[in-house]
């Protein structure tokens, strides 16, 4: 009888069986070394977050991020290992150590998978990962988004909120329902239309009543996939974001993403030619600021067109989802909370009626309400529009977290809706929405509140885009709930938590306010 090596493909067979009890054993020896003897191993965790990260994997691709991280530090204590080198941090005295203006620690590879590959010389300033990098662009943008920059847009953002109105006006008069979650992203997006492309009403999302080239749904779905993905191992992402073409919203989503890029660069391009061929032009808006920057002969950054077509990108997926969660976020609260709204409304009357608020309502009057402030902060604070953690690498010599020493090249971070409701911070009734927390509490607790939220960020990598999107909501959020009473017809929403943490309804039946 022959030998079976003689047999064909005897050869290919014993050779993938080798393979495969070779990296069966690989794997049984790594998965020994993190769980017993990695550097990390004494920190707290699910037992699978110690030697894989494909279980969070799992839950950021099912948008349910949060929802797993409170119970964890619940469990495990305020670090808890969520992946063989990565740990989740809810103590609030790790923001000022993981976060410091002075000594940050460097952005970690998970921005990576939101880079845009616009320009290949220069990052965006929310991927970019060179603190350097990032302090030379900030220097450039920085004069743009000053408060009282901001203020020059007032006049462009007053007709979107007047177009937000006449839509739920129009709603009033018909008796049919609305999702303010979706009006809210219109109301976003337009208001970054106005500003940054000098478009008359923005991109016509309200006035349409579409989703021009799918962005809305667009930047929700592919935040989601870019934050799981960067869970998978190298070898399994290209694998899996091939696989999600399958799915129409992927391809959608897919497609939306590329639109946005091509009419990012095509309204850079129509403005330069406008400017160069003597049209008239928008002079106050973000898009001409933007050039001027360039052809700023000063300028040491060498910033180039590519750095502008970036920029616009960026601002457009960054700034217009997270102003709608918070807006959402805000209404929502208020609607549960008959209480609050009805205080809130005598606020605005009274201030009406002393002349305190005119309209349209300029920001500088409205942020001077402080139950109004009270309202937006606590809304924030209970639900922030991002729903992981901001994870940054520990440098050289590696830190004390939490009374534990945490060794260089961990990748650490905070979840802001872990730490905003910690209880040593905010109180025992941390979990509730009290917009009187911030009235009643006294300067000094006030002030740790404060430190406390990172619904924009903080530290160096802070938010450029943060007053713009104040800006947004001061300017609103009086002026609808002044002239209609809202019905709240669904009882409880319900978030996506993956990286934007965005209602996907919250249906109200409106009618006119007496």
């Not at 290992?81 to 809810?90: K, Q, T, Y």
């Not at 998978?113 to 290949?120: C, E, L, R, W």
């Not at 974001?241 to 009419?263: E, P």
């Not at 713009?468 to 209609?484: A, H, N």
Request: with cysteine; glycine share 6%; proline share 5%.
């Amino acid at each position: 009888m022959p030998s079976l090596q003689w047999l064909p493909g005897f050869h290919l067979v014993g050779s993938l069986e080798v393979l495969l009890v070779g990296f069966a054993l690989y794997y049984a020896c790594w998965m020994i070394y993190a769980h017993f003897f990695h550097p990390l191993a004494k920190i707290p965790g699910p037992f699978w977050a110690s030697f894989s990260s494909l279980w969070y994997f799992d839950i950021v691709l099912k948008e349910t991020s949060d929802a797993h991280q409170m119970p964890l530090h619940e469990k495990y204590g305020p670090i808890v290992r969520i992946a063989p080198n990565d740990l989740s941090v809810s103590d609030p005295e790790a923001i000022g150590v993981i976060y410091n203006a002075k000594k940050p620690f460097a952005k970690s590879g998970f921005y990576d998978s939101f880079v845009s590959h616009i320009n290949p010389n220069r990052r965006d300033l929310f991927t970019e990962r060179n603190d350097k990098n990032a302090a030379d662009l900030r220097r450039t943008y920085a004069h743009l988004y000053t408060q009282s920059a901001v203020l020059n847009y007032e006049p462009r953002i007053d007709y979107i909120v007047e177009l937000c109105s006449n839509v739920i006006a129009k709603v009033a008069e018909s008796g049919e329902t609305i999702d303010m979650t979706r009006t809210f992203r219109q109301y976003s997006f337009d208001v970054l239309g106005e500003i940054f492309y000098g478009k008359k009403g923005g991109f016509n999302n309200l006035h349409d009543d579409k989703d021009y080239n799918n962005w809305m749904a667009m930047i929700r779905t592919t935040a989601s996939i870019n934050a799981s993905t960067n869970w998978l191992p190298k070898f399994m992402r290209l694998p899996f974001l091939m696989s999600g073409l399958v799915r129409s919203d992927v391809r959608t989503a897919v497609k939306g993403h590329f639109q946005v890029i091509a009419d990012a660069k095509s309204a850079v391009r129509q403005r330069q030619d406008d400017i160069k061929a003597g049209r008239d032009v928008p002079t106050h808006d973000m898009l001409t600021k933007l050039l001027a920057i360039m052809d700023d002969k000063s300028n040491k950054l060498d910033f180039s067109i590519l750095d502008v077509d970036t920029h616009v990108w960026g601002i457009i997926w960054a700034g217009a989802e997270t102003t709608a969660t918070t807006l959402t976020s805000i209404f929502y609260h208020l609607l549960k909370h008959s209480d609050c709204l009805e205080k809130l409304l005598r606020e605005i009357d009274d201030a009406f009626a002393t002349g305190n608020l005119t309209e349209p309502i300029h920001y500088m009057q409205a942020v001077k309400l402080p139950y109004l402030n009270a309202c937006v902060k606590e809304a924030m604070r209970i639900h922030p529009g991002l729903g992981m953690t901001l994870p940054r690498s520990v440098p050289e010599g590696g830190t004390t977290i939490a009374g534990r020493f945490i060794p260089a090249g961990t990748i650490v971070g905070v979840n802001a809706i872990v730490v905003q409701r910690d209880k040593s911070v905010f109180g025992q009734d941390a979990d509730d929405f009290v917009p009187e927390r911030w009235i009643q509490c006294g300067e000094k607790a006030a002030a740790r509140m404060e430190r406390t939220m990172m619904v924009f960020g903080t530290g160096q990598r802070i938010c450029l885009g943060k007053q713009i999107s104040y800006t947004e909501m001061f300017k609103l959020l009086p002026t609808i709930l002044r002239k209609y009473d809202f019905e709240l017809l669904s009882p409880e929403w319900n978030p996506h938590r993956s990286w934007f943490a965005d209602p996907s309804e919250v249906l109200v039946r409106v009618k006119n306010r007496a």
